[in-house]
């Protein structure tokens, strides 16, 4: 919060000015820590290394608290003094918070005892006398609250505080804004000198400011202010927010501030409860020059302003006229206001009459964006009423009777065709009916609210004729009821928000076809409190972005029970997106098996204040997504893992809470073994709310009493269970990983295997006998795979034979393939399918590799597949099945590159195999 002060003027925007201003005022009215509602207790509670010792009736500081707390508040105790020596203990406190004590004076030796302090907060005390030795050592003080004190001070006590940058001195009965004579305080942004009783502001008031350009709040409400010399604020001319509320200085005052705040950077101004009955056309006149964008003037009991008394104000972006008792809005009310975009007219007139808005009035305000008429009655809407508000993309009538609201026309709103409306608030402003085309002229419209109204027609669509943009339709809590027809909504194709809790006929969930079938974009649908009995198992049909459906408070029961006629109505069944479940209070006695399949994206579903006892085991089971699951106030008396071991999985609330828990061993002893293991923040009031009805001996108790040692028979069935599960997961992994990895962990064990004995298990006469390694036969077209694959080989571990490089010149054709395959040690082929209808090879090669193989009994054929090749044409083509070589000799080409290094290993130990026939 330090920081957004800090960048006040860099960042503020008009819409969050309001809320920066109003959460200067809180800051200081409430400290730097959220206010909490006071609790009796007994003993300082520490929390996160904050602890609140307040309201205690302490009389010092204690002594037993954690040596590493950073926080301390000991507020509303009997405190006379802040002994540093007591607070030895705790040298590390960044915050500390004295408030409402009757401490009488401070301590010096207090910032030297906390050197890193940071905070202090010293309200509602009885200080004095306040030195310079006070706060001379508290250098590292950036927040100080001395509010509602009796401060008198001497000499220069904030001079040693040069990171302050919050002060609050208000309600100290100070007779001048003059806090020192000496500039001071370089990193000061805010200062409150509210509920003081200074009437006059010198030119040397704030000269003690002169050197504090981080300066951005002056809050000076209630200063009872009747002088302003001239100069008076320039000192603090970086000054962006003024707060006056409560200064009841007059108009005249008014004006002369105005001009000196002319001088100054001033952005928001709040002029709140000032009793200003009469706004004059002169009272803003000397903010002409400024670059004010916000103005607060509410609460003030203003009957009239005059007009052009906002003609000096060409920059302001938000008003605020809320809580007054203005009559009467003309045309020049609101001249000059050309850069306006939000304002406010909450509660802006008097009980009686209604406010009067001539035709034209917010013509002037072209850049207006938001229009607040909440709690304001306006006696009548006419056809120019809001002409000229061609930005308006906000418009809030809520809370009121208007007149020419109680039947909206096409009409109605015809001086808002010109505006993009994007927002429409009706709220509780008691329409009973809407006609064709009312809103046809709000064509960008995006919601439309006009809930807690009193309705009563049927909707055929018609009343929603040019809303094709419209996202949101609210008409929850509605006196009156709705009656829908299949046509109702379609001319809002893209709505994706529709609340009709409270305000519908139970015919609508029985139309044929539904009403909510044109709403394939519909994302949240309310249809609670409407005493449904009966939905037709189409009627969400359609319906495939629906991620939110509310049906608590209805009367489902009978819909859900297995003797419905014709069965149970299965109307969940395609809501597959389905996020967000509430069916609380329904009466429902059970669930159907299949009632929620299918619903794997739901993460939250309530089934709070029903009569459900037993659970069929599979009902929860496609709730794999669910995190939160509330069925208090239920009948259940079993938990059991069959029925809520899925949905509990990934849960982070479980509200289970007061249903009548069957205590024993089958009911409840997996649940309360589940909540031992489970974060106890995940299921609020377990101790208090989660009670056992039965037996007798768990009467009463909190389930966590349950004793889980007498099921102890159990334990070893569940280390059965453990054992089992794990061997056949590890079964079920190992398959997997040798299935898929299986070549992988083959090449790795080879590597140190052929390391160590190398690649041959032939003899060394055996391998000298022969020329070459291997003689290849393939196919012409897979020449190319061969050089790829094979040749590199050459160099490193073997020799190949190819008949084209490798033949005996001068010899013919078939005596070279005859003696080469005599000199080759392996014979080795590539299959393909090309091989095989070669007939040269199948004619010649083949049966000469064979005859090779038979006359010198040589265990000599390797075959590499470079396609998936059926043992009858291998046989009926070569004359070899698989089963006649050994598994060694047959490899696989798989044609992914991460594999080739194993391939070649694979290929190097087949040929490396001896040829000699095993016995």
Not at 533 to 555: D, M, P, S, W, Y
Not at 843 to 866: C, G, N, P, T, W
Not at 890 to 908: C, M, N, S
Request: proline share 4%; glycine share 4%; net charge neutral.
């Amino acid at each position: 919060m330090q920081r957004q002060h800090l960048a006040f003027a860099a960042r503020c925007t008009p819409r969050s000015l309001l809320l920066t201003w109003v959460l200067v005022v809180c800051y200081f009215m409430t400290g730097p820590y959220n206010c909490m509602a006071s609790q009796k207790k007994t003993s300082c509670t520490v929390q996160d290394g904050r602890a609140d010792c307040s309201h205690l009736s302490l009389n010092s500081t204690p002594q037993n608290l954690p040596r590493n707390i950073t926080s301390l508040d000991m507020s509303h105790n009997r405190l006379v003094v802040i002994s540093p020596v007591s607070l030895n203990p705790y040298p590390g406190l960044l915050h500390l918070d004295v408030g409402y004590n009757s401490i009488t004076k401070m301590d010096e030796r207090l910032c030297q005892t906390l050197p890193l302090l940071q905070t202090l907060n010293i309200e509602h005390n009885e200080v004095h006398l306040l030195k310079k030795e006070d706060l001379s050592h508290c250098t590292n003080l950036t927040w100080l609250k001395m509010a509602s004190n009796r401060l008198k001070l001497q000499g220069e006590p904030f001079s040693a505080l040069q990171n302050l940058k919050f002060l609050d001195v208000s309600t100290n009965k100070l007779l001048s804004a003059k806090l020192s004579s000496q500039p001071q305080l370089p990193s000061l942004v805010n200062l409150n000198l509210a509920f003081n009783d200074f009437s006059t502001l010198k030119n040397d008031d704030f000269s003690f400011l002169s050197h504090s350009p981080l300066l951005r709040v002056l809050n000076l409400s209630s200063v009872p202010l009747k002088t302003l010399e001239p100069g008076c604020l320039k000192p603090i001319s970086g000054l962006h927010v003024l707060i006056m509320d409560g200064s009841n200085m007059g108009s005249e005052v008014i004006s002369k501030l105005c001009s000196e705040l002319s001088e100054t950077s001033i952005e928001a101004l709040s002029l709140r409860k000032m009793s200003l009955v009469t706004l004059f056309n002169t009272t803003f006149s000397g903010l002409q020059k400024a670059n004010l964008t916000f103005l607060d003037l509410s609460h003030n009991g203003m009957g009239k302003i005059e007009e052009g008394s906002f003609q000096c104000l060409p920059r302001l972006q938000t008003l605020i006229l809320a809580g007054n008792k203005i009559k009467h809005l003309t045309k020049d009310t609101f001249q000059g206001l050309k850069s306006l975009k939000t304002l406010q007219l909450t509660k802006a007139v008097a009980k009686s009459p209604a406010l009067i808005i001539d035709d034209f009035s917010f013509q002037p305000l072209s850049a207006l964006e938001s229009l607040t008429l909440a709690q304001t009655a306006v006696r009548e809407i006419t056809a120019h009423t809001f002409t000229g508000l061609t930005s308006l993309k906000e418009l809030d009538m809520s809370w009121k009777s208007h007149a020419s609201l109680r039947i909206v026309t096409d009409k109605t709103f015809v001086s808002l065709a010109g505006s993009p409306l994007r927002q429409l608030n009706l709220r509780g402003t008691a329409i009973t009916q809407i006609n064709p085309g009312s809103f046809s002229v709000l064509r960008n419209l995006t919601t439309l609210l006009l809930d807690y109204n009193f309705i009563n027609q049927t909707l055929t669509g018609k009343e929603f004729e040019g809303l094709n943009q419209v996202q949101e339709i609210h008409m929850s809590n509605n006196y009156q009821k709705v009656t829908l027809r299949a046509t109702s909504f379609v001319n809002v194709p893209n709505l994706r928000v529709l609340m009709l809790g409270k305000s519908i006929y139970t015919s609508a969930t029985q139309l044929d076809p539904s009403p909510f079938k044109p709403l394939s974009n519909l994302t949240v649908l309310d249809l609670s409190n409407n005493n449904i009995a009966n939905i037709r198992e189409n009627t969400f049909g359609g319906l495939v972005n629906l991620e939110v459906l509310k049906l608590q408070h209805n009367n489902l029961a009978r819909l859900w029970k297995d003797a419905n006629l014709g069965g149970p109505v299965l109307f969940l069944k395609g809501l597959v997106n389905l996020i967000t479940l509430q069916m609380d209070s329904n009466g429902l006695d059970e669930i159907p098996e299949e009632a929620l399949r299918g619903l794997s994206n739901l993460s939250e579903l309530s089934l709070a204040n029903n009569l459900l006892n037993s659970l069929k085991d599979s009902v929860f089971n496609d709730l794999t997504s669910l995190q939160v699951l509330r069925l208090q106030k239920n009948l259940i008396t079993t938990v059991r893992p069959e029925v809520f071991k899925s949905p509990l999985s990934n849960l982070s609330l479980l509200v289970m809470d007061k249903n009548p828990f069957d205590c024993t061993c089958e009911s409840i002893l997996w649940f309360v073994t589940w909540l031992n293991s489970t974060n106890t923040t995940a299921v609020p009031d377990l101790r208090d709310q989660y009670m056992c009805n039965t037996p007798r001996a768990y009467f009463n108790h909190s389930i966590m009493d349950f004793d889980t040692l007498s099921c102890k028979d159990m334990t070893p069935f569940q280390a059965l269970y453990v054992l089992s599960s794990t061997a056949v997961m590890m079964l079920i992994v190992t398959a997997l990983l040798v299935r898929f990895h299986g070549w992988r962990i083959q090449f790795y064990w080879n590597i140190p295997i052929n390391r160590t004995l190398g690649f041959s298990d032939a003899s060394v006469e055996e391998g000298r006998e022969f020329e070459y390694d291997a003689y290849i036969i393939h196919a012409e077209e897979d020449s190319s795979w061969v050089e790829r694959m094979m040749v590199p080989l050459e160099n490193k571990r073997c020799r190949f034979c190819f008949e084209d490089r490798d033949g005996v010149p001068g010899m013919s054709l078939l005596e070279s393939i005859v003696d080469n395959m005599r000199k080759s040690r392996k014979i080795l082929f590539v299959i393909t399918e090309r091989l095989l209808n070669d007939p040269w090879c199948r004619r010649f090669k083949a049966h000469q590799a064979l005859y090779e193989v038979i006359e010198a009994s040589r265990d000599s054929v390797v075959l590499v597949f470079l396609q998936d090749v059926h043992d009858y044409k291998l046989s009926r083509s070569l004359f070899l099945r698989r089963g006649m070589l050994r598994s060694r000799c047959i490899l696989d080409w798989h044609g992914h590159k991460e594999r080739v290094p194993a391939f070649h290993q694979k290929l190097l130990i087949a040929l490396g195999m001896t040829n000699r026939l095993k016995e």
